[in-house]
T-cell receptor
Framework: AQKITQTQPGMFVQEKEAVTLDCTYDTSDPSYGLFWYKQPSSGEMIFLIY??????QNATEGRYSLNFQKARKSANLVISASQLGDSAMYFCAMRDRTSGSRLTFGEGTQLTVNP | DAGVTQSPTHLIKTRGQQVTLRCSPK?????VSWYQQALGQGPQFIFQ???????QRGNFPDRFSGHQFPNYSSELNVNALLLGDSALYLC???????????????FGEGSWLTVV
């Protein structure tokens, strides 16, 4: 069975600084994908970044990068140059071959960016 | 290019009533999944539709049912509403797993359901 663990219920960061949000996962399938989503208070789940288990390089999308450590089963999200608009809930999720496009989510991390 | 659209955005129902939520997937996507997100928790998978059939189901009772139409849009129906059904209901669209590179899963803005 798949499992996603996000151990930081809340994180605080100063504007313009970098922040790392932790995510560890568990699956017995060697082929899987890891996702990060941002959820503002409005509720929409906004796709940020994706990492496939066979990808050779860490994924990057603008200010977002994924620190993928396969042996440790971790997929931490790094946000550089934080902005006030980054304040939101962040979810790590995964899928594997048995789940298809069904995602398993973690409990989320509430990020607050301070001016 | 329209993204995933859901309706209604907010609704209030009384215990015992029935509710129908609607979702139109992103253009080009053929698979629709529904998730329930209770306050302060991560989304939980309800079920997934592909080719107008339920392909996967999470741990939800039969009161939760769905449908997919030939144009790939989908409905989520919940019967005999309970107070505990109050949640944000999210629709996700994607390509069928065999067709997709794996990273094309997009969500709508959700439907906030309050049961009183």
């Amino acid at each position: 069975a798949q499992k996603i663990t996000q151990t930081q219920p809340g994180m605080f960061v100063q504007e313009k600084e970098a922040v790392t949000l932790d995510c560890t996962y568990d699956t017995s399938d060697p082929s899987y994908g890891l996702f990060w989503y941002k959820q503002p208070s409005s509720g929409e789940m906004i796709f940020l970044i994706y990492q496939g288990s066979y990808d050779q390089q860490n994924a990057t999308e603008g200010r977002y990068s994924l620190n993928f450590q396969k042996a440790r089963k971790s997929a931490n999200l790094v946000i550089s140059a934080s902005q006030l608009g980054d304040s939101a809930m962040y979810f790590c999720a995964m899928r594997d071959r048995t789940s298809g496009s069904r995602l398993t989510f973690g409990e989320g991390t509430q990020l607050t960016v301070n001016p | 290019d329209a993204g995933v659209t859901q309706s209604p955005t907010h609704l209030i129902k009384t215990r015992g009533q029935q509710v129908t939520l609607r979702c139109s997937p992103k253009s080009g996507h053929d698979t629709v999944s529904w998730y329930q997100q209770a306050l302060g928790q991560g989304p939980q998978f309800i079920f997934q539709y592909y080719e107008e059939e339920e392909r996967q189901r999470g741990n939800f009772p039969d009161r939760f049912s769905g449908h997919q139409f030939p144009n790939y849009s989908s409905e989520l129906n919940v019967n005999a509403l309970l107070l505990g059904d109050s949640a944000l209901y999210l629709c996700a669209s994607s390509l069928e797993a065999g067709k997709s590179s794996g990273n094309t899963i997009y969500f709508g803005e959700g439907s906030w359901l309050t049961v009183v």
